[in-house]
């Protein structure tokens, strides 16, 4: 689904991606791992559109989506979500689900003078799968709530919600376990693998949890220096002596 090609994103004399080279398979749950600093996040930045690459070649389907822009990738169905949650924290659940899809009729001035009967239809449609992703999600119960209210692992499961307002091919994940507690952590794998087995939904995600990555996650693509080191199941990279001496270390070694 996704193809990197000699991928490079510079800032000044900094190659925070250096030549990278990877591929995402569909219907897969892919995780990225590597040590602060190894790229990851600017990876997802170029590939998101957030950041125009140096150099290289990104593709969607087979189709070069190289330095286009992040609401256009997301009319193309590849969405991004950030290690902390960038909801609207002044209105609701219910409404920061509800203004995700684009297009909508009511927000044209004329649709709500001339057609209200329209706009009211279609707002429901809107109401109606909103409900859905909460259901989905078992946050109905903060549904009126502001977001900006709510718990860190709430807003990554609010995040995921959003993505799911519309029809994502793949949904790029930056540390979804960041500051979430255990239990809101292992629901949010659930909803993850629910996804990616019952609608089909592609993931690749950042994650320092390796028992969270172990989880969820083949492959798993170890990046360190901007580019990738190695691929594989999360037990042959605990088992690669380069991952070892590169991130894994002290870390994981003596969880094998």
Same mark, same amino acid.
């Given at each position: ?17 250096? +030549? ?32 125009? $690459? ?12 190289? +330095? @286009?822009? $992040? ?11 950030? &290690? ?18 684009? *297009? &909508?009729? +009511? ?9 209200? +009967? ?22 109905? &119960? ?38 979430? *507690?255990?239990? @809101? @952590? ?12 019952? &609608?089909? /939904? ?36 605990? *088992? ?6 590169? /991130? @894994? ?8």
């Amino acid at each position: 689904m996704i193809v990197v090609e000699n991928l490079h994103k510079h800032f000044g004399g900094v190659r925070a991606v250096n +030549g990278a080279n990877l591929s995402i398979q569909p219907n897969t749950i892919t995780g990225l791992i590597g040590p602060n600093g190894a790229g990851k996040t600017t990876l997802f930045n170029v590939i998101a559109g957030l950041y125009q $690459p140096t150099s290289g070649k990104v593709a969607l389907d087979g189709q070069d989506i190289t +330095g @286009l822009k $992040p609401h256009e990738l997301f009319h193309m169905g590849l969405l991004r979500t950030f &290690q902390l949650a960038h909801e609207f924290a002044t209105l609701t659940v219910r409404d920061n689900l509800m203004m995700v899809p684009p *297009n &909508q009729i +009511g927000e044209s001035l004329l649709s709500t003078w001339f057609s209200p +009967g329209l706009v009211r239809a279609h707002e429901e449609e809107v109401r109606a799968k909103a409900e859905e992703v909460m259901h989905f999600l078992e946050i109905e &119960q903060v549904a009126n709530e502001f977001a900006g209210n709510l718990s860190g692992g709430q807003k990554k499961l609010l995040e995921l919600g959003r993505t799911m307002m519309v029809d994502a091919k793949i949904v790029f994940l930056d540390e979804v376990g960041a500051g979430v *507690n255990r239990t @809101l @952590l292992h629901k949010i794998g659930d909803a993850i693998i629910k996804l990616n087995q019952e &609608q089909n /939904y592609t993931f690749c995600l950042i994650e320092h949890d390796m028992e969270f990555v172990a989880r969820l996650c083949d492959p798993v693509i170890c990046m360190t220096g901007g580019s990738v080191l190695a691929e594989g199941t999360i037990n042959e990279l605990k *088992n690669n002596e380069q991952v070892i001496e590169a /991130y @894994l270390g002290t870390g994981l070694r003596h969880k094998k």
